[in-house]
């Protein structure tokens, strides 16, 4: 196996992120660290990063080691590695999310394991903070490991309280945390279900109805508050225990005068948010139709860090949707 690389933090370094202040310096004892900080909460994300060819660890096994801190964050923060296709597309990665600094902590020490595919062209590294505060990283080193040493991976973009590692509350029977729908008119009182709509178009609400059911479950009914555009209600899931493999989303539609038709859809992102693909079914259920099933079945691609699934209302109308589906196809 190659040797432990230690990662110099003095050249070859990349920063992104727009209003984010970025430092690469040394501290009492002479040993490198990088810092990434922002005084405004409305920024999105700021990173340090490097690149290098992966030939020397495809299809083996990696370790990333380093230390972080941070001071007062609004949002979270850590360390990543991940592999890329030669386009950029990521393949595997870790980005410690699902056990991120937040808030004030002193140094910690972390390990991310990944798989080096063999497609993977580039490995990049580096540390990043979204919205504000501060975050100091240092000690990185990368280094083979055996197949033995558990990936993970598995929990990447799987954050509690950000991402759940699959689907949740399909039956819309949990309660959101009061705290989280606080001036966040988009977030449902159902856990983990987000509703929008079009830019300057009038807003859907979410509700529960009482008396509409489903095989004796309870039920979620999308409908418009104002004039009538399109509206949708979804959740985010990692990706990561589905990537490469085929799964079946299927639901029950149930609509009342709903003129230009209600239908389900799924879409995929890479680690930056792109988007990788979109299923839909293509026929909507238009007017006033009893429970109808729609379904599909799809592949999920390497380069996903997360899946949405939900329902689209387009127009006017009501639509109720009941018993969801998401599930591995053997």
């Not at 340090?48 to 380093?66: C, D, E, M, N, V």
């Not at 590294?125 to 990283?137: M, Q």
Request: overall charge negative; proline content about 5%.
């Amino acid at each position: 196996m190659p040797k432990v690389k230690t990662l110099q933090l003095t050249s070859g370094w990349v920063s992104e992120g727009n209003g984010y202040e970025f430092d690469l310096d040394k501290d009492s004892e002479g040993r490198d660290f990088g810092s990434i900080s922002s005084s405004s909460s409305q920024l999105h994300c700021g990173k340090l990063k490097q690149r290098f060819t992966a030939h020397p660890y495809s299809g083996k096994r990696i370790k990333l080691t380093g230390h972080c801190r941070c001071e007062n964050l609004s949002w979270y923060g850590g360390i990543f590695v991940r592999t890329e296709r030669l386009n950029g597309r990521p393949l595997t990665g870790d980005d410690i999310v699902n056990r991120c600094l937040v808030g004030t902590s002193d140094w910690l020490r972390y390990e991310l394991v990944i798989d080096v595919p063999p497609e993977a062209a580039n490995i990049a590294i580096g540390a990043y903070l979204r919205g504000s505060g501060k975050v100091w990283f240092k000690d990185l080193q990368i280094e083979e490991v055996s197949k033995t040493v558990p990936t993970t991976d598995d929990h990447a973009m799987g954050c509690v309280g950000l991402w759940d590692l699959e689907p949740i509350n399909l039956d819309f029977t949990e309660n959101e945390l009061p705290s989280i729908r606080e001036n966040r008119p988009y977030i449902s009182e159902a856990r983990r279900w987000v509703i929008s709509w079009e830019e300057n178009g009038a807003a859907y609400e979410f509700v529960r109805p009482k008396k509409v059911r489903f095989n004796g479950q309870p039920t979620a009914l999308l409908r418009p508050v104002d004039k009538p555009d399109i509206g949708y209600l979804y959740q985010h899931f990692a990706a990561a225990r589905y990537r490469g493999k085929r799964v079946r989303y299927s639901l029950y539609l149930k609509t009342k005068r709903a003129s230009s038709g209600a239908y389900l859809f799924a879409d995929m992102y890479d680690a930056d948010s792109h988007d990788l693909m979109r299923v839909m079914t293509e026929e909507p259920v238009i007017g006033t139709i009893d429970w109808t099933l729609r379904q599909y079945e799809f592949d999920v691609p390497i380069e996903a860090y997360a899946i949405s699934i939900g329902a689209v209302l387009q127009g006017p109308g009501e639509a109720y949707l009941g018993g969801l589906k998401f599930e591995i196809v053997e």
